[in-house]
């Protein structure tokens, strides 16, 4: 399913997804708990800065880009909880 297209919403011609995989909030929160700038976001998870952008400005972006940012912020210790909160690494 990397090919699909998903927004901050998480729907995709009236299919909704199971769980919203980040927020744009949640990656805003989560690069300045980090301390990091687009550009580090960008090289923790292989993506594009333009790709970080989109995701944070809730523009439609590959499903596998959004798992992918994710992921990159959990490895650095950053934590989501399920009502769009975010904590930062301990």
Known sequence: MDSLLVTARGAV?????AADLLRPEQSRMARAALAWSLDDAAA????SRRTILRVEQAKPVLLGSMSSLRR????AGV???GDGGVFPPA
């Not at 923790?44 to 993506?47: H, N, R, V």
């Not at 990159?72 to 490895?75: L, M, V």
């Open 13 to 17: 011609k009236g299919v909704v997804i």
């Open 44 to 47: 923790a998870s292989g993506l």
């Open 72 to 75: 990159a912020y959990e490895a």
């Open 79 to 81: 934590r989501f909880a």
